[in-house]
């Protein structure tokens, strides 16, 4: 079955403790992404990957890392999270030619 | 900021009926558009796109229609059922990222569409 699996769909941490939150695709799609999602203000895109080692930023990258090591994963870094950092957070992919984006279940993030 | 936006934050129609939801957008190098759907504790899903040489794309039940003179977009639902109720989000490409159709994404705030029965 042709999935976006991001891990883990909710988590509750504390500022300034370095977390990880891992997506992987099983569609081979050279594009992946990474959104936040906060009420009010729809999605925003933190940053996107158009290759494996091709990472660019997208509206709102503060605070945030990423790699694309491999095709399949685009894990989302946050060094030292901060409260403001609390959202619904989605990971994406999608094949360049086709443009059709697949969007992981999200994973709830909560800094306290 | 932001360069794509709503008409309208919230639509109800009646099931049966034909739903639009529109969207405007401010640049006017976008050249590619996307809608998706999002279903409450769902991820967004891709409904139908359309580039910005083309003026009208039809799905299934769904219609897209691109007015570049305005900048606007919309999205036709024919026959609304209740399993439509989501929010629907518009997303552009500002063409910042030659030979990929996607990159950079500017989504709008959605439109939440409720089907009554």
């Known amino acids: 079955e042709a999935q976006v699996t991001q891990n883990p769909r909710y988590l509750i941490t504390v500022t300034g403790k370095k977390l990880t939150v891992t997506c992987s695709q099983n569609?081979?799609?050279?594009?992946m992404s990474w959104y936040r999602q906060d009420p009010g203000l729809g999605l925003r895109q933190i940053y996107y990957?158009?290759?494996?080692?091709?990472?660019d930023k997208g509206d709102v990258p503060e605070g945030y890392k990423v790699s694309r090591k491999e095709k399949r994963n685009f894990p989302l870094i946050l060094e030292s999270p901060s409260p403001n950092q609390t959202s619904l957070y989605f990971c994406?992919?999608?094949?360049?030619?086709?443009?059709?984006?697949?969007f992981g279940q999200g994973t709830r993030l909560t800094v306290v | 900021g932001e360069s794509v936006g709503l008409h309208l934050p919230t639509l109800s129609v009646q099931e049966g009926d034909n739903s639009i939801i529109n969207c405007a957008y401010s640049?006017?190098?976008?050249?590619?558009f996307i809608w998706y759907k999002q279903e409450s504790g769902k991820g967004p899903q891709f409904i139908i796109d359309?580039?910005?040489?083309?003026d009208k794309r039809q799905g299934q039940r769904v219609t897209v229609l691109l007015n570049k003179t305005v900048k606007h977009l919309s999205l036709q639902i024919a026959a609304t059922q209740p399993g439509d109720s989501a929010v629907y989000f518009c997303?552009?490409?500002?063409?910042?990222?030659?030979?990929?159709?996607?990159?950079?994404?500017?989504f709008g705030r959605g439109t939440q569409l409720t089907v009554w029965p």
């Open positions: 994406a992919s999608a094949n360049h030619i086709r443009g059709e984006a697949f």
């Open positions: 569609m081979n799609h050279e594009y």
């Open positions: 990957s158009m290759n494996v080692e091709v990472t």
């Open positions: 640049n006017s190098a976008s050249d590619y």
């Open positions: 359309i580039r910005s040489n083309m």
């Open positions: 997303a552009e490409n500002k063409g910042e990222d030659r030979g990929s159709t996607l990159g950079r994404l500017y």
